[in-house]
């Protein structure tokens, strides 16, 4: 398809246990961004990519949480030991360029994430 | 930090009303943006506003960039319940900063 893909769409884990999570990105978009989203509330940023480098991880909660992107494409985001709050819905978005107003982003339907 | 304050958090109106959203910031932006995010899906953007002052239209939504660059409105009228949806505001540069969003009810 077109679109930013993610997979899996939703994902049960037991506290303790690791989890990935995987985006592809629309083709030629050159930054990918991983946020977060509780119940109801807004996007928490958690890391870009420009290309297949980090600029900001600012945003990623704790050393549990590591994400890669290979090639320029794919990302996985990478959760270990899970933990109840780590429940959310994980979103993950494209766009053609960085941080630009006329590049705008576009998002995948992104992982439910339940942790038992 | 938060950045983009948005109120009301929570709307519920009836079909055919009126209703305008908020995004206020202490900070001064080079734009900003809409986006509507429906159940079970990403949030897909509405409009970006550049300019201070700026007004756009999109059919019965209308978006306004405060004179300052600080402060956006989003203005529905006539609201259908298609419009039913988390409406987010958000200012780009680097990452992409967001507000808690707008949850809009609207009931036939």
């Known amino acids: 398809g077109a679109g930013v893909s993610q997979s899996p769409s939703n994902k049960v884990t037991e506290k303790g246990k690791d989890v990935e999570l995987r985006c592809d990105p629309i083709?030629?978009?050159?930054?990918l961004y991983w946020y977060r989203q509780s119940l109801g509330q807004g996007l928490e940023f958690l890391i870009y990519f420009q290309g297949n480098s980090a600029p900001d991880k600012s945003g990623l909660p704790s050393d549990r949480f590591s994400a890669e992107r290979t090639g320029g494409s794919v990302s996985t985001l990478t959760i270990q030991r899970t933990q109840q709050e780590d429940s959310a819905v994980y979103l993950c978005a494209s766009s053609l360029f960085e941080g630009s107003y006329n590049s705008p982003l576009h998002f995948g339907n992104g992982t439910r994430l339940t942790v038992t | 930090t938060q950045l983009l304050e948005q109120s009301p958090q929570f709307l519920s109106i009836q079909e055919g009303e009126n209703l305008t959203v908020y995004c206020n910031s202490s900070?001064?932006?080079?734009?900003l943006q809409w986006y509507r995010q429906e159940p079970g899906e990403g949030p897909v953007l509405l409009v970006t506003?550049?300019?201070?002052?700026e007004v756009k239209k999109l059919k019965r939504l209308t978006f306004q960039f405060g004179d300052a660059r600080k402060d956006s409105s989003l203005h529905i009228t006539a609201a259908q319940p298609g419009d039913t949806g988390l409406y987010l505001c958000?200012?780009?540069?680097?990452?992409?900063?967001f507000g808690q969003g707008t949850e809009l009810s609207v009931k036939p």
């Open positions: 506003v550049v300019t201070g002052g």
């Open positions: 900070s001064v932006f080079s734009s």
């Open positions: 083709s030629g978009h050159t930054a």
């Open positions: 958000a200012a780009p540069g680097g990452k992409l900063i």
